[in-house]
């Protein structure tokens, strides 16, 4: 066991204690993977980070780091929180990409780009897989979740490494008054994301901007929304097959979300997705597609704690 560089930061949120925390080890090298999930079990948030030098094929195609992600139940290919918070971290610690206007993670699902915009951090969505759900599995998870079909306005399996079953409900007060059944989820395997959609915010507004990433990542408020013309999602996410009952705020569940509702014209190009409400969370994750079809997604991170670990 050694000394190793360890931080914990907040993600999605510019107010510690506000989003979602990330357990970050930034020298993971001579762990094993059996060392790594022991850490992650210990310190039991949703998901703990271990950074590493690229492997030689990933450096060769521009990696500057490499991200191993860990739950309490076990490892993802990738995850957006700890994809933001890992990056931050390793900046924090002085780590320099190798191309000033974009840093490059390797992860298990491949290489992501991430961008600085100011302070803030967005990373690309990768690529998405998804199809519907079976008419039974939609019925066990209704059922898990205390939902009539009828508030279900459209369904999708949604794999960006991460499968995650999409649900777009009809009402948001009936989003954030959801009880799930824990145990049925996580006996059914299946992790399920909920988002609603404002309607009532449309993207007029915001098509008069010829940048569609300045329309997400433009000027801050502290309590963005309507009156800034930017249209809202209220999001919750249900994990408890990954032991994680309920995430306060989810990245690839948001990317997947995005990269779905937009495709179908069932969300605008630009908005900010809500999430953590009934944990006492505000996570606010930033959305937005460019020009070119890419949908990027961003938020703020802050440093809670900094330090060493023995591991």
């Known amino acids: 066991m050694i000394t190793r560089t360890f931080t914990q930061v907040d993600v999605f949120t510019d107010t510690a204690y506000l989003g979602n925390p990330l357990a970050v080890v930034l020298d993971g090298s001579g762990l094993s993977s059996a060392d790594m999930q022991h850490f992650a079990r210990w310190t039991n948030l949703s998901e703990t980070t271990f950074l590493l030098p690229p492997t030689p094929e990933a450096a060769a195609q521009g990696a500057d780091y490499q991200v191993r992600i860990f739950t309490p139940g076990g490892e993802l290919p990738f995850a957006g929180h700890p994809t933001l918070g890992s990056c931050h971290a390793w900046l924090q610690a002085g780590g320099q990409p190798k191309a000033p206007e974009c840093i490059v993670q390797e992860c298990g699902q491949g290489l992501v780009r991430i961008r600085r915009d100011g302070s803030r951090l967005v990373f690309a969505a990768p690529p998405l897989q998804r199809s519907l759900p079976s008419a039974q599995l939609l019925a066990d998870v209704s059922a898990a979740l205390g939902l009539a079909p009828q508030h279900i306005l459209a369904s999708q399996l949604l794999n960006n490494g991460p499968l995650w079953l999409g649900l777009l409900l009809d009402?948001?007060?009936?989003?954030?008054?959801?009880?799930?059944?824990?145990?049925?989820?996580?006996?059914?395997?299946?992790?399920?994301?909920?988002?609603?959609?404002?309607?009532?915010?449309?993207?007029?507004?915001?098509?008069?901007?010829?940048?569609?990433?300045?329309?997400?990542?433009?000027?801050?408020?502290?309590?963005?929304?309507?009156?800034?013309?930017?249209?809202?999602?209220?999001?919750?996410?249900?994990?408890?097959?990954?032991?994680?009952?309920?995430?306060?705020?989810?990245?690839?569940l948001n990317a997947s979300l995005a990269q779905w509702l937009i495709a179908d014209g069932l969300a605008p190009s630009s908005y900010i997705a809500t999430q953590g409400t009934c944990l006492g969370r505000h996570g606010q994750v930033m959305v937005s597609q460019d020009d070119h079809g890419q949908v990027w997604v961003g938020g703020d991170v802050v440093t809670c704690i900094a330090g060493t670990v023995t591991l």
């Not at 145990?183 to 988002?195: C, E, P, S, Y």
């Open 171 to 252: 009402d948001e007060e009936l989003l954030l008054a959801l009880e799930p059944d824990h145990a049925a989820l996580k006996a059914l395997g299946q992790k399920v994301g909920v988002a609603h959609i404002d309607q009532g915010v449309t993207a007029t507004p915001l098509i008069a901007r010829s940048n569609r990433e300045a329309r997400a990542f433009g000027p801050r408020t502290s309590t963005p929304g309507a009156a800034q013309g930017v249209a809202q999602a209220q999001v919750r996410a249900f994990a408890a097959p990954i032991g994680v009952n309920e995430d306060p705020v989810t990245g690839s």
